[in-house]
C-alpha cells in the first residue's frame, strides 16, 4: 500500500527569528487590546439576544427579526476585530446560493482558529456545536445567540443522534440558513485536503463549498497538534499582514449514484475542491492527527503517526480505536524513539531463543527493505499477517501468538485481534 505524505503534518515557522521577535514586541500587545475593545461589545450583544432568543421544543433556535437585526452589529465588530488582528484586506468571491439551492455549506480546508472567527463575523449560516462550548467565555455567549444547532455532549459520539438533530432543522419551515460543517473534522496545515466525513452528505441533498485562504504564509495561522491553539492565535497576531480570500464555490447537485453511496459523495466533493485549489486529496483523516498527537506524547516523532488511516480501515479492517492502542503498544517496544523498530529491538521484544526464525517474520513485515519497521508496517502486518501466512506458516502463527500475549492481547489466529 502506497503512502502519501499527510497533509496533517506541520512545517516548522519558515520566518527569521527577529521578524518573529518584532512581532510579538510591536504588533501582539497592540492587537490584542483593540481587539479586546471590539470584542466587548460583541459580548454584550450576545448577552442579551441569548436571554431573549426562542427555543422550539425540537431544541432549535430561532431570531426575531429585530434580534437578527441586533446580531448584525456583531457582524460588524467581528470583521472590525478581523481588521486589527491584521486582516486588512478581505475578498470574497462568487455568491453564496439560496438556501433551497444548498442546505449545507462545507468550509474546507479547516486549518486555524481563524476559521471559526470568519464564520461569526459574516454569519453565512448556523454552525453545529456541543452543548459543553457554551460554557466558554464569549464563544458560549456567541453560540448561545445564534441560531446554532447544540448537540449533547452524550450524543457526540452517536451518529443518528446528531443526524436526527440535523434532519429536524432540515425540515422545518423556519429554516432560512444552511448548516455550515467543517467536513474534514480537525484542523491541519491546509497543504492538502484530507478524508471529508459523511454527515452532510448522508442527506444526498446538494452542497456548497466554501474555499478559505488566509495568510501569506500558512504556517502563521494553522493551528494542529503541534502547538495550542493559543500559540497559533499570538503568531497571527505577530504576522505584519494576513490576507483573506474567501470563495464560494457553484453548487454541487449529487448524481444518483452518489445519493446512494455516501462515501462517493463524500470523496467526490472533496476531490473537485482539491482540484480548484490545486491540492491534492489523501486518505489522512482525523484519526492521524490523533496518532501523531499520541506519537509526541510517547516521544516518537509526529510522522511516525502518518498511516493514511482511511486505507487501513478499508483495506485491513483496523478501526481507530485500535491503531491508538497499538501506536501506545508501539511506543513501548524501543528505547531510541526514532520512530522505527529494529531487527534488535524485534528479537528483543520477543524474546524468541532463535533468532533465524524472527528474522523471517521480520523480513516479512519489513515492507520497504530498509531493516527496520515503521508504525505504519507494524499496524499493516499486525492485522494482515495472520490471514495470508497463518494457514502455511504454523511458525508466523506461534509467534504472532506469542507477540499478541506480550501484548496482553487475546490471542488470534484467522482474525485480527482489533
Given at each position: 500500500?502506497?503512502?502519501?505524505?499527510?497533509?496533517?503534518?506541520y512545517a516548522s515557522i519558515g520566518?527569521?527569528?527577529?521578524?518573529?521577535?518584532?512581532?510579538?514586541?510591536?504588533?501582539?500587545?497592540?492587537?490584542?487590546?483593540?481587539?479586546?475593545?471590539?470584542?466587548?461589545?460583541?459580548?454584550?450583544?450576545?448577552?442579551?439576544?441569548?436571554?431573549?432568543i426562542e427555543e422550539d421544543e425540537?431544541?432549535?433556535?430561532?431570531?426575531?427579526?429585530?434580534?437578527?437585526?441586533?446580531?448584525?452589529?456583531?457582524?460588524?465588530?467581528?470583521?472590525?476585530?478581523?481588521?486589527?488582528?491584521?486582516?486588512?484586506?478581505?475578498?470574497?468571491?462568487?455568491?453564496?446560493?439560496?438556501?433551497?439551492?444548498?442546505?449545507?455549506?462545507?468550509?474546507?480546508?479547516?486549518?486555524?482558529?481563524?476559521?471559526?472567527?470568519?464564520?461569526?463575523?459574516?454569519?453565512?449560516?448556523?454552525?453545529?456545536?456541543?452543548?459543553?462550548?457554551?460554557?466558554?467565555?464569549?464563544?458560549?455567549?456567541?453560540?448561545?445567540?445564534?441560531?446554532?444547532?447544540?448537540?449533547?455532549?452524550?450524543?457526540?459520539?452517536?451518529?443518528?443522534?446528531?443526524?436526527?438533530?440535523?434532519?429536524?432543522?432540515?425540515?422545518?419551515?423556519?429554516?432560512t440558513i444552511p448548516v455550515v460543517?467543517?467536513?474534514?473534522?480537525?484542523?491541519?496545515?491546509?497543504?492538502?485536503?484530507?478524508?471529508?466525513?459523511?454527515?452532510?452528505?448522508?442527506?444526498?441533498?446538494?452542497?456548497?463549498?466554501?474555499?478559505?485562504?488566509?495568510?501569506?504564509?500558512?504556517?502563521?495561522?494553522?493551528?494542529?497538534?503541534?502547538?495550542?491553539?493559543?500559540?497559533?492565535?499570538?503568531?497571527?497576531?505577530?504576522?505584519?499582514?494576513?490576507?483573506?480570500?474567501?470563495?464560494?464555490?457553484?453548487?454541487?447537485?449529487?448524481?444518483?449514484?452518489?445519493?446512494?453511496?455516501?462515501?462517493?459523495?463524500?470523496?467526490?466533493?472533496?476531490?473537485?475542491?482539491?482540484?480548484?485549489?490545486?491540492?491534492?486529496?489523501?486518505?489522512?483523516?482525523?484519526?492521524?492527527?490523533?496518532?501523531?498527537?499520541?506519537?509526541?506524547?510517547?516521544?516518537?516523532?509526529?510522522?511516525?503517526?502518518?498511516?493514511?488511516?482511511?486505507?487501513?480501515?478499508?483495506?485491513?479492517?483496523?478501526?481507530?480505536?485500535?491503531?491508538?492502542?497499538?501506536?501506545?503498544?508501539?511506543?513501548?517496544?524501543?528505547?531510541?524513539?526514532?520512530?522505527?523498530?529494529?531487527?534488535?529491538?524485534?528479537?528483543?521484544?520477543?524474546?524468541?531463543?532463535?533468532?533465524?526464525?524472527?528474522?523471517?517474520?521480520?523480513?516479512?513485515?519489513?515492507?520497504?527493505?530498509?531493516?527496520?519497521?515503521?508504525?505504519?508496517?507494524?499496524?499493516?502486518?499486525?492485522?494482515?499477517?495472520?490471514?495470508?501466512?497463518?494457514?502455511?506458516?504454523?511458525?508466523?502463527?506461534?509467534?504472532?501468538?506469542?507477540?499478541?500475549?506480550?501484548?496482553?492481547?487475546?490471542?488470534?489466529?484467522?482474525?485480527?485481534?482489533?
Amino acid at each position: 500500500m502506497r503512502q502519501s505524505e499527510a497533509p496533517c503534518q506541520y512545517a516548522s515557522i519558515g520566518l527569521h527569528h527577529v521578524q518573529v521577535a518584532i512581532g510579538y514586541i510591536l504588533l501582539v500587545p497592540v492587537r490584542l487590546l483593540l481587539t479586546a475593545i471590539l470584542l466587548s461589545p460583541v459580548y454584550l450583544t450576545a448577552k442579551l439576544v441569548s436571554m431573549t432568543i426562542e427555543e422550539d421544543e425540537n431544541g432549535m433556535r430561532w431570531h426575531k427579526p429585530w434580534e437578527r437585526k441586533l446580531m448584525q452589529s456583531v457582524q460588524f465588530f467581528g470583521k472590525a476585530a478581523l481588521w486589527c488582528m491584521g486582516f486588512t484586506r478581505i475578498v470574497v468571491k462568487g455568491q453564496q446560493a439560496e438556501y433551497k439551492d444548498a442546505r449545507f455549506l462545507l468550509i474546507s480546508p479547516h486549518t486555524s482558529i481563524f476559521d471559526s472567527i470568519i464564520l461569526g463575523s459574516f454569519s453565512f449560516g448556523c454552525v453545529m456545536s456541543l452543548k459543553s462550548n457554551l460554557k466558554v467565555p464569549l464563544v458560549g455567549s456567541l453560540l448561545a445567540a445564534s441560531e446554532a444547532i447544540i448537540v449533547s455532549d452524550k450524543n457526540k459520539s452517536h451518529q443518528e443522534a446528531v443526524s436526527d438533530v440535523i434532519r429536524r432543522r432540515l425540515e422545518s419551515p423556519r429554516a432560512t440558513i444552511p448548516v455550515v460543517i467543517f467536513p474534514e473534522g480537525t484542523v491541519h496545515s491546509g497543504r492538502g485536503l484530507i478524508e471529508f466525513k459523511q454527515g452532510a452528505f448522508k442527506y444526498g441533498l446538494p452542497v456548497q463549498p466554501l474555499v478559505l485562504r488566509m495568510g501569506k504564509d500558512p504556517n502563521w495561522t494553522t493551528w494542529s497538534y503541534h502547538h495550542s491553539m493559543l500559540s497559533s492565535f499570538l503568531h497571527t497576531l505577530a504576522c505584519p499582514y494576513n490576507p483573506l480570500e474567501i470563495q464560494f464555490l457553484p453548487v454541487y447537485n449529487p448524481a444518483e449514484s452518489e445519493i446512494a453511496n455516501t462515501s462517493l459523495f463524500s470523496k467526490n466533493v472533496r476531490d473537485y475542491i482539491a482540484n480548484f485549489m490545486g491540492l491534492p486529496a489523501s486518505e489522512h483523516s482525523r484519526v492521524d492527527m490523533d496518532l501523531m498527537g499520541i506519537a509526541l506524547k510517547h516521544h516518537l516523532p509526529h510522522w511516525a503517526g502518518n498511516v493514511e488511516y482511511g486505507i487501513l480501515r478499508d483495506e485491513l479492517s483496523l478501526n481507530s480505536q485500535c491503531l491508538k492502542d497499538l501506536m501506545k503498544k508501539f511506543a513501548g517496544l524501543k528505547d531510541a524513539h526514532d520512530g522505527y523498530l529494529t531487527a534488535e529491538d524485534f528479537i528483543r521484544y520477543l524474546r524468541w531463543h532463535v533468532a533465524e526464525d524472527v528474522m523471517k517474520l521480520f523480513n516479512l513485515c519489513d515492507t520497504q527493505g530498509r531493516g527496520k519497521i515503521s508504525f505504519r508496517e507494524y499496524a499493516i502486518a499486525y492485522a494482515d499477517l495472520f490471514r495470508p501466512y497463518c494457514e502455511e506458516d504454523v511458525f508466523v502463527k506461534r509467534v504472532f501468538r506469542f507477540l499478541c500475549q506480550a501484548q496482553g492481547d487475546a490471542a488470534q489466529t484467522g482474525e485480527t485481534s482489533c
